[in-house]
């Protein structure tokens, strides 16, 4: 593990560069529709590390897990509701070899798929289902714990205290924002980006931001939005690889590497610390990123 904690290299000014996509790139080496992609970090561990391999050879610093589905609520749905310790464990496990030890690995925590408001699990429930998650997650080897694609402030934060109260991780949240009618932005729940970040840091998140639902353009404004309401934070985004289109059935995310790259210097100026990628983004978008930081002395 490196020396240094994500947020102390951050205040030295320096930007960083995270991952890409992970969703496509499980399909590449077989993932069939409707298979559990968690249970291949038991079942195809090799095939696992070696996509976390491939974006620190692209340059990456740091590099999620292959656990966005790994709570027991969204794991019950393929029968492995009791295996959520175990997979988490191995995710972590697989993309710590792939870093080795001057890299970070930030271990990803999606949504449970559980409602608070609709009372489908108690908040204690919600709570243990990500301690169980954050505990193996940080037992196999991750620095920190990316709660990703949020899009309700009581679910983030049940997320976030979960890893404060039972690890040692650096937390980073970040939450998914669409564009309204009206021109700005929320989550499927109503929240803006200002909201979240403040209920984010109040809870004790380390890292804040925003990931998938937009491509890069798109996310200075998100960006900007977070930087007014906290200028001292250190924000993370991963965005996808623009706007997804349904070509002949199948939904594409059109931008090329050179057409991400295109608006990296706009989303560092906006406030943006750690850049990576989401939906569609590959290796060579990575790459891009890291050399246009590196080209526009950013690091």
């Known amino acids: 593990m490196p ?9 030295t ?3 960083l560069v995270s991952d890409g996509g992970w969703g496509t790139f499980l399909f590449q080496k077989g993932l069939k529709s409707g298979e559990c992609p968690e249970q291949w970090c038991l079942t195809h561990f090799d095939d696992v590390k070696e996509i976390a391999r491939s974006y620190i050879e692209a340059g990456a610093d740091m590099v999620q897990t ?17 295996k959520a310790a175990e997979i988490n464990e191995a995710a972590a496990r697989a993309s710590r070899e792939a870093a080795g030890d001057d890299h970070w690995v930030i271990a990803s925590a999606g949504p449970t798929g559980q409602m608070l408001i609709t009372e489908d699990v108690t908040e204690e429930e919600m709570f243990d289902a990500f301690k169980t998650q954050m505990i193996a997650l940080e037992k196999g080897g991750a620095d920190a714990v990316c709660i990703e694609t949020m899009s309700d402030i009581e679910e983030a934060v049940l997320a976030i ?66 930087k007014t309401a906290l200028p001292e934070a250190h924000i993370l985004v991963h965005a996808n690889a623009g706007l997804p289109k349904n070509i002949n059935g199948k939904t594409v995310f059109p931008d090329t590497p050179e057409d991400m790259v295109k608006f990296v210097p706009a989303l560092i100026q906006a406030g943006a610390n750690i850049v990576g990628g989401c ?3 590959t ?9 246009a930081v590196v080209h526009g002395n950013l690091i």
């Open 3 to 11: 020396d240094k904690t994500i947020k102390e290299v951050l205040q």
């Open 13 to 15: 000014g320096k930007i």
């Open 66 to 82: 292959n656990t966005l589905g790994g709570t027991c609520y969204k794991l019950e749905h393929f029968g492995l509701a009791d």
């Open 161 to 226: 205290k979960a890893a404060k109260e039972h690890t040692k991780l650096e937390v980073i949240c970040t939450f998914t924002f669409e564009k309204t009618a009206r021109g700005d932005y929320r989550t499927m729940m109503g929240v803006s980006p200002a909201e979240a970040a403040k209920a984010c840091v109040e809870a004790g998140a380390d890292i804040i931001g925003t990931n998938c639902g937009n491509g890069v353009e798109r996310m200075v404004e998100i960006v900007k939005e977070i």
């Open 279 to 281: 939906c569609g983004t």
């Open 283 to 291: 290796p060579e978008h990575i790459r891009a990123v890291k050399q």
